[in-house]
Structures are given as C-alpha cells and as structure tokens.
C-alpha cells in the first residue's frame, strides 16, 4: 500500500472516515432490504446505498485521489451523477410492475375475496 | 497511526460491502416474488460498484472507478428490462 502512505495523516483519517460511513450505509441499506416484510417497504431500504453510500464512498475516492495526485480530480462525480439520474427511475418502474401484477392477481383470484389489501 | 486506521477502515469497508452483498443475495434467492428478486438484483449491482470503488481507493488505481461505472451502467439497463418484462409480460398470458 505505498500510495496510501504517501496520504498526509488529515487526509488519510478524512478517507478512512467517509468509506466506513458509505460502506455502513450501503450495509444498512442492504439489511433493510433483507428484514423489512413488506416489497413496498422494501423498495425504500436499498436507496439509502444508492444515495448516502454511493455519496461517501466517491467523497472518498475523490479525496484520496485528488491529495494523492495533488491536482482536483473529479472523475467519480459520473458515477454520483449517473446514480442519482438512474435510481428514481427503474425503482418507480418496478413499484408500477408490481401494482400491475398485485391488480391482475387481484382480478383473477376468487371474488368471494372482498376488497382487501393485496399481499405482496 | 492515520495510516493503520486507514488501512483497518479499507479492510472495514470491505467487509460491510461484502455482507451487504450477502444480504442483497439473501433476499434475491429467497424473496417471494419476482419484484424482490429484481430489486435484490439491483441493490446487488450497486453494492458491487461500491465494492469495486473500495478496491480502487487501496489498490489506487483508477482502472476500478471505470469498472464501477460500467457496472452501474448496465445494472440500470439491466433493471430496467427486467422491469419491463415484469409489467408487460403477463399482459401475453
């Protein structure tokens, strides 16, 4: 790791800081999407990696390789802005696929069923 | 000392990143329905990418910020098939 070394002491802290604060977000996020009961309750755990995660860990690969380089690289700032456009758009269209598929499911169950809740 | 700690952070990281991966893969082989398994796929993708930056920050190189930028790529596209095909699919059937 001699590229790490070369790290000032502020800015190697700075690095470790934001990677462990984006790593425990996306670690969240992730175990969310394991224990929550519910796919509509579930759509909102792994967003929290998408934006908080994502946003500390390119914080810290900027950071590490702009004091590293010792010039302002902001090569990681696509993938932040990639991100952000994309995210919002494949999850609405998956909650819409799955409202779809709990009313078809809805329609064609026996209607001695009431009105109820779909279970997802 | 900054640097143990910052080395310890990196190992940290990885490791968060990894049962995170192991969560997403959890819910993806177990989740009732297909929706699940999508969005299990993506959270997937995304911890992949966050895996594959971590890896870019202690190797330093910035081969891996590419690669994580490829795989966010086609995890949308990826998504946003299988989405598709979710919504239209049954509408043949």
Redesign the interface.
């Given at each position: 790791m001699n590229h790490l070394d070369a790290l000032p002491p502020w800015a190697a802290v700075l690095v470790g800081l934001l990677v462990m604060l984006g790593a425990g977000f996306a670690f969240v996020g992730s175990l969310g999407l394991l224990r929550l009961r519910d796919f509509y309750k579930r759509v909102h755990a792994p967003t929290l990696g998408t934006t908080l995660g994502a946003f500390f860990m390119l914080a810290g690969s900027i950071t590490c390789f702009s004091v590293a380089e010792g010039r302002a690289i902001f090569y990681e700032v696509l993938i932040g802005v990639f991100l952000t456009l994309t995210t919002p758009i494949t999850l609405m269209l998956l909650v819409r696929a799955a409202l779809y598929r709990n009313r078809v499911e809805e329609q064609q169950a026996p209607a001695a069923e009431t009105r109820q809740k779909p279970m997802p | 000392?900054?640097?143990g700690?910052?080395?310890?952070?990196?190992v940290?990281?990885?490791c968060?990143?990894l049962?995170?991966?192991a969560?997403?893969l959890?819910?993806m082989v177990r989740g009732?329905?297909?929706?699940?398994r999508?969005?299990?796929l993506?959270?997937l993708y995304?911890?992949a990418?966050?895996l594959l930056?971590?890896i870019?920050?202690?190797t330093?190189s910035?081969l891996y910020?590419e690669a994580?930028?490829i795989i966010?790529?086609l995890g949308?596209a990826g998504?946003?098939a299988?989405?598709?095909f979710?919504?239209r699919g049954?509408v043949i059937e």
């Amino acid at each position: 790791m001699n590229h790490l070394d070369a790290l000032p002491p502020w800015a190697a802290v700075l690095v470790g800081l934001l990677v462990m604060l984006g790593a425990g977000f996306a670690f969240v996020g992730s175990l969310g999407l394991l224990r929550l009961r519910d796919f509509y309750k579930r759509v909102h755990a792994p967003t929290l990696g998408t934006t908080l995660g994502a946003f500390f860990m390119l914080a810290g690969s900027i950071t590490c390789f702009s004091v590293a380089e010792g010039r302002a690289i902001f090569y990681e700032v696509l993938i932040g802005v990639f991100l952000t456009l994309t995210t919002p758009i494949t999850l609405m269209l998956l909650v819409r696929a799955a409202l779809y598929r709990n009313r078809v499911e809805e329609q064609q169950a026996p209607a001695a069923e009431t009105r109820q809740k779909p279970m997802p | 000392m900054s640097h143990g700690f910052l080395a310890l952070a990196i190992v940290a990281a990885q490791c968060l990143l990894l049962l995170a991966m192991a969560c997403s893969l959890m819910r993806m082989v177990r989740g009732p329905r297909a929706q699940d398994r999508v969005l299990a796929l993506d959270a997937l993708y995304v911890n992949a990418m966050l895996l594959l930056l971590c890896i870019g920050i202690r190797t330093g190189s910035a081969l891996y910020v590419e690669a994580g930028l490829i795989i966010a790529l086609l995890g949308f596209a990826g998504t946003l098939a299988f989405a598709k095909f979710l919504l239209r699919g049954e509408v043949i059937e």
